[in-house]
Structures are given as C-alpha cells and as structure tokens.
C-alpha cells in the first residue's frame, strides 16, 4: 500500500512538472528579422528605462536600482541551464517572463508570447560576443566534462536517508555561504563580478532569482549563477544535487515563492449603492480584496511584500483602499533626515499603458498620493517646527498684511509667516501649502524628474488613511468624470491600467527610493 | 576516374601536411639544440619595504588559523620581490611540458603557491588539503571564465585553461583568498622566489626585451643581449607607483 502510494505520489510530482515545463515553454520561436524587429520595438517601450537604449544597462532609472540592470552587450547572464554557463533561449525567455525576484526586474509574462521571442532575440543581438552553446554531452561520474543543456538523471526520492544526505552535503557545500541555518548568514563579506556588494540569499525567505520548480533549481545548483559569488556545483550532479533542491525547496513555501513575483493581477471596482467614507467602513467588505506583490527598486528584505487592494464606485466616484503592514508610524518629515510614509496610485490614461515607472514623454500618468503626515497635520492641527524643537528660535519676515503692531519677531511659525517669503506656498504650490484640507495630491507625469501637481482648482482627489495594529488603510476618493488636462477618465464598463507605490519613511523611502507594483488591470464595473 | 583524381589529390594534401608538420618538428628540435643562451637576475624594490598585511580571519579559524599575511606585495632579503612573473617578449616556442602537472593548492586558506605558470592545454590540479568549502572563481576575459565549488571532500579537480593570460583567482567563501594563475604559450617565464631571482633557460641568442609583471606594481620591461652559452645577468628594478 505504502508503495502504491509513493508511486501515485511520484507520478502526480512527474505530472505537475510536466504541466508547468509544458506552459512555460510554449513553443520557443526561432530568430527571424521581423521578431528581432518587433522585440526591438517592445524593447525600446519597455526595457530602455533600466536597460538603456544599447542595452548597457545604463538607462535613466539604473541609478535607483540595486541589484543593477544587466548589460546586455557585455552579455553576462546570471540564470543559465547549461554547462559552459551560457543562457539557452528557454533560459532568457524564461527570465523575462518570471522576471528576478530580489530584483527589480518584474514579471513580463503578460505580454504575448510572441513579443517576448522577439526580446529574447533582440537583447540577444545586442551582445558583442555571441552566446554559443555546445553541442550535447553528458558528464562523467563527477560531473566534469559536461556539455550543453544540463539534463539531470531521474530524481530519486526524498525519503528520510536522502534528506539525511542533503544535510550532510548544505553543511559541506553550501552553509559557508549561505549559513548554518539557511538565512544567507554566512560570515564573508561578497561582491559580484562588477564589484557591487552581493549576498548569499535567505534560502528561508523563498526568492529565487530564477525559477523554483525542481529542474530549473537543479540546474542553477550545479551550474552556479555566473558573475555572483555562487559558483558551478558539478560535484554535485547526479543525486546529490537532486537532494540538494529537495531540501533548499523545503525551506521555503509556495506561498512564499510565488509572492515575490511581480505579477499582473485584475480588480474588479464593483458598483455599491453609498460609497465608503472611512478606510474602515464595513462596506469595504463587499469588495473583493487582491493582494497585489510590490518590490522594493533598491532591493531590501526588510520591506513590504504585499498590498491588498479593493474598489467601489457608486456612479459618480471611484473608491480605492489601499491596506499595507508597516511596523511604524512615520509621520513627520520636519528634520532633514526624517521621511513619511506614503502611499500613490498611478493611473495611465491610455489604454495601452507607458513604461510602468512613472510613464513617458509622449503619455503622461495620473498620480494620486496620499502622505501620513499631511493627515496628521489635519487631525488635528498642522505639524509645525516647533512639534521637533520646542521653544527654537526662527528667523521671520515682516508679514505685510498686517499692522506694525502684529508684526512677528522671533519664533515665528510657518503659518504665521507671509506666503511670499515660504516660497513654495508663495508660488502657490499646492504640495508646500501648509493650509491644504486634503493629504492627497492629484499629480501628473510624463517619465522620471517630471512629477508635479495638477493645478490646484483641478484638485479633487480625496484621501484618509488610517493607522493602527502595524498597518496601513488608506482610501482615496475621486469623481468619475476627469477634470482638466492630466486627469484619468474612469468609466464605468472600461478597463484602466492601474499601479501602485508605497513609502517606508522609517527605512529612509522618498521619492524614487519606493516599493512599486507593475501595471494592474482595473476593472470598474458598469 | 574523376573519383581516383579527387582520391589521389586528397592523398597529395595529406602527404604535404605529414611534410609541413615533420619540418616544423625539424625547426623546433633545431632551435631547441642550438646552444642558447641563460637570463638570470633578480627583481628588487626601489624605496622602502613595506610592513606586510595581516588580514584577520573571521571565519573557519580552525583550518585558517587567526591571522593570515597578504600575498600582493612580498619583498624578501635585499629587497627581493617574491611573486613577479619575468618572460621574454616576443619569442615563440613549444610550451614546456612539465614531469608533473601544474598544481595549485588552498591550504590554511591560502591558494599555494600565490602565482603559478602553466602552460595552455596542460590540466592544472587544484587541491583542496583544508577539507573545507572553497570556491575556484577566476575573473579571466580570454578563457571562458569560471567559478567551481570545491567541498572538503573534493580533494582535487583539474582545469585546462586554453589562452594565454593572466588570471586573478578568488575564493568567494573566503574574500582575502587570491592567486594569480599564468597561463602561457611559450618557454621562455619564470616566477621569482622569496630573493626576487629567476631563470629563463635556453634563450636563442640574440637581443630581447624581458617583461616583469607583478600584481601591485606594474609592469616595466628591460632589453638584454643574450649570448649562446652564457649567462645575461640582470636586475629589474620595480616601484610603488
């Protein structure tokens, strides 16, 4: 009976990773001018904001991200199956479409298949020296001599002796790195090839750069990931290796796994009868939640890894509420070293969406943010210099439209001052006005640098955030209807593009230093 | 008929490759007979030695020990410096085939020795006598770079290297582990000792420039006069820049 199970159980193992090998590879479609044309186009959209436009990785945004986007001319692949370290196809087409978890490289697998082919074999183009595999060989008993795809034998069991095996082969082979308990707490200091600060991964935490499903594992441990620190395992082809991804995989959930993927995912804005007016207002209930995966550009572990996102809309106004764990309440920004907490939704206002990072020259994007200390100078008052420093002595400007006598001397606050001499609010810049009766901003931009607020009579953005039990609620409301140039139409029956960002004040988040999602779909309903 | 022609041209071109071939063994066997000549000298420091670096060891102390004494720069007696490769420029001949294989070993976490020539084609053991995890990652541009995990139990594995060149070699698992790895395609190299001196033997005749390579200082070269059966005696001298 224990047998029959066994095998059942190995032949439903068998079945699953066919399935998944099956859906992943789809066919892979052979170079052709018109396909390196097509990924060259889909490149130069999606790709050069990181990549650079010769694929250098040295495009604009490059400077906000670590790990660092790959150059593509030098051509030094990191996820590779085979022998000689070079990336099949399968190999890069698969990255593109699962992306890097631990980077912020995401998923690209929403788009076409077709389209992916041809960034396989454009980037492919771009390198200065061709990547060249061997032609098939399989390797001696101890892994030397290998060529081409590594093409591992069956996997064995992994019964209680293989286990016992794979232990004994972590605390050989793997533990100086990644340490005695898995969590990549391994005493030596590592850079990669480039130079850049690298370290082994926390085998607990489930981010695999490169796929997770047991073969995919077993190549990237015998084959090492080239230019890091984590070097070609051949000693351990055969079975070891095969107890190796066994247990590296048992360290580390499904869930886990799969929600380090920066993934596109669909929300559904129902119609309800009256709109919520409060984050927890139980009417949220009805809306279905999605979990949506954010990644960090300047990669951390300390970071959120999700956000629940749910939207209504009544006929008139579009409600979203955004939840996300946060273990403080940064909400002061007074010092120069303090940073808020933050939250933005991005909306494209076309269709087919721009670059997802803050759009392009030629399409602008919709922003609404909302920041915790805007909400906490309206409850209940506004945070002045004197919340921080007590008593400190600040230097005024005569307030002309008032008397001699109610001149202001020293220890004048910001609110007391003339809006000439506080020079954004002068300007009449709603993000510096110190008596604004919403914490949201209604923002427009058109690529990094270009971020800035829509006019303030077109500012109908509405906000409330709310925090407690080591989290964020945070809503915005806004009329369906756009208003003015810049502003998202939201129809009800349409489909809009839609991405969201979130600030950790406390980790030093500001500006491009961000957790972002890609582009979602959101669906507001008739 | 057309058939035998194209068989008998076939046999031609063979023949006439045995001939190149046996004639280019003929011209190397000649040039290796013909007296030549010796370099021998010494590379030195110019200005002060200075005081080695101890780098502290933070992990694997049992195999590695407290402390370990860096490589880049070692100056012995009279300012002698150990680890400079010396090759004469220019000259082309059969890599030596040595008795034993070339063999680098990483022994109290140190690779041994701390530069090491091999010629191209010839498999290079690396050795593993720690018994610990080490990692064999060079940073080589001309040989397909590679990084192999060596565990305790693997006492040795072999790597053919097929380009001349210089290769920096690292451990990542232990980050002050380096060696540099000389792959040539020709005789005429040497390392120096813990004095600074070297030999090049069997010179042809005639005036050559010597190339002195060290990791930290550069490189400098030198001409010198050889002639058959006698020794050119030369000192490099190397600075810090």
Known sequence: MKWFLLSLGLGLAGLLIATTSNCADLKPLPSSPKLIALGKQVYSQQCTACHGVGGRGDGEAAYLLYPKPRDFVAAKYRLVSTWERVPTDQDLFDTISRGMPGSSMPSWGHLPAEQRWGLVHYIKSLAEKPLEIKSQKAPNAEGSGGQGVIQPPPAPPFDSAARTRALEMYKEACASCHGATARGDGAEKQVDEEGYPTRPRDLTAGIFKGNHDPLSLYRHIVAGIPGSPMPMSDWAWGADAWHLVNYVRSLSSDTQRERVEMKKFSLQAMRVKTLPDHPESGIWRSAPPVNLHLMPLWWRSDRPEEVTVRAVHDGKELAILMVWQDDTNDHTALRPQDFRDAAAVQFSLAANPPFFAMGEKAAAVNIWMWKSERQADLEPAYQDLEKTYPNLGIDSYPNISRSAVEQPFRNALTLQSDPTFVTGWGAGNIVSDPQRKSPAEDLAARGFGTLQARPRIDQRVDARGVYGHGSYEVMFRRPLTPNGQGSVALQPGTTVPVAFAVWNGSAGDRDGKKSVTIWQELKIGK | ?241
């Open chain 2, 1 to 241: 008929m057309r058939r035998i022609i194209i068989g008998g041209s076939a046999i031609t071109v063979l023949l006439f490759g045995f001939y190149l071939h046996y004639r280019g063994n003929l011209t190397a066997t000649a040039l290796a007979a013909s007296p030549g000549g010796t370099i021998s000298g010494r590379v030195v420091l110019v200005g002060d030695a200075p005081a080695a670096k101890k780098i502290k060891v933070t992990k694997d102390n049992e195999k590695c020990g407290a402390e370990i004494t860096a490589e880049d720069l070692v100056v012995g007696s009279d300012k002698g410096i150990q680890y400079a490769v010396v090759s004469v420029a220019g000259l082309k001949g059969a890599p030596p085939k040595p008795a034993n294989p070339p063999a680098i070993d990483q022994k109290g976490c140190v690779f041994r020795p701390h530069v090491l020539i091999a010629p191209v084609g010839v498999g290079v053991d690396i050795l593993n006598s720690d018994g610990i995890l080490h990692n064999f990652h060079t940073g080589s541009a001309k040989n397909s770079p590679m990084n192999r995990a060596q565990p305790g139990f693997r006492k040795k594995m072999t790597e053919t290297f097929t380009q001349p060149e210089i290769i920096k070699v690292n451990c990542d698992a232990h980050s002050w582990m380096s060696a540099w790895l000389v792959v040539t395609d020709h005789p005429y190299i040497d390392a120096t000792d813990g004095s600074g001196a070297f030999k090049i033997n069997d010179v042809p005749p005639g005036n050559h420039t010597v190339e002195v390579w060290h990791e930290t200082l550069g490189k400098v070269t030198k001409t010198v006069a050889v002639k058959a059966g006698e020794e050119a005696k030369i000192t490099i001298e190397l600075s810090k820049k």
